[in-house]
């Protein structure tokens, strides 16, 4: 056919309804699986489509969108009719290693913020870095954090150089920098205290944010699902 309409409702959906185009995989043949899906752009002016923002933990903007008989041609498609699995996975591999940077910015953001009082905050007759359990803290923190950093580099260079094993390097990038993230900016909070809770404190900012990359571009458990089925892969 030259159009089709689509018709459903999605939600968690980043950045909606406030982005100007919606990236769309609907079924255009088949019953079932990874075959007869199609990947549609859309604007957000199209006819039928509706959308509301859901008030979530994270100030990161999350919504649903509502198709309702909307139009799309063959004009809207990416890549090719019942081609829409491949462009998905496609995009996966490249957004997850990216999920996997800003994790790594919000855990280092965390780990700046606890070095920085653990060196000026007194306590216990000095500064709270000379205590062996903060330190050895502060040190563990760090190294997930490098070990994290390079696992993201790593996919990077792997999706950029179209490398074979990019879907396991992909998940195995986001896992554990969304991991570390939660980690390290879990530790932030216990390091600073109370203090660290209060509304406008950096590190709460951060605790409410760091908890959705766990969970979207696949949760963690999705991840290690994958990671597992790529080492048998030849």
Not at 30 to 45: D, E, N
Not at 156 to 169: E, H, K, M, Q, V
Request: net charge neutral; with cysteine; aromatic share 6%.
């Amino acid at each position: 056919p030259d159009g089709w309409r689509l018709t459903g409702e999605k939600c968690w959906i980043s950045n909606a309804p406030d982005a100007d185009f919606a990236t769309v995989f609907a079924r255009t043949g088949g019953a079932a699986g990874a075959r007869g899906v199609t990947a549609f752009l859309v604007p957000a002016g199209r006819p039928g489509l509706t959308g509301e923002r859901l008030d979530m933990l994270s100030p990161h903007p999350i919504g649903t969108l509502v198709f309702d008989g909307t139009p799309v041609t063959r004009a809207d498609v990416l890549g090719e009719v019942d081609g829409g699995f491949a462009v998905a996975m496609a995009t996966l591999n490249l957004f997850r290693p990216s999920v996997g940077a800003f994790a790594v910015g919000m855990a280092q953001a965390a780990l700046d913020a606890a070095l920085a009082h653990a060196g000026a905050r007194t306590a216990f007759g000095g500064p709270l870095k000379d205590l062996q359990s903060v330190g050895h803290q502060l040190a563990e923190m760090a190294t997930r954090v490098e070990a994290a950093r390079l696992l993201v580099y790593a996919a990077a260079s792997a999706y950029d150089t179209g490398a074979a094993d990019i879907a396991r390097r992909s998940a195995m990038a986001k896992l554990l920098a969304t991991e570390t993230a939660q980690y390290v900016v879990d530790a932030a909070v216990q390091i600073h205290g109370a203090r660290a809770l209060r509304r406008g404190h950096l590190l709460e900012h951060l605790y409410r944010e760091v908890r959705a990359p766990r969970i979207y571009e696949g949760a963690t458990e999705v991840q290690r699902s994958i990671i597992a089925k790529e080492l048998y892969r030849r």
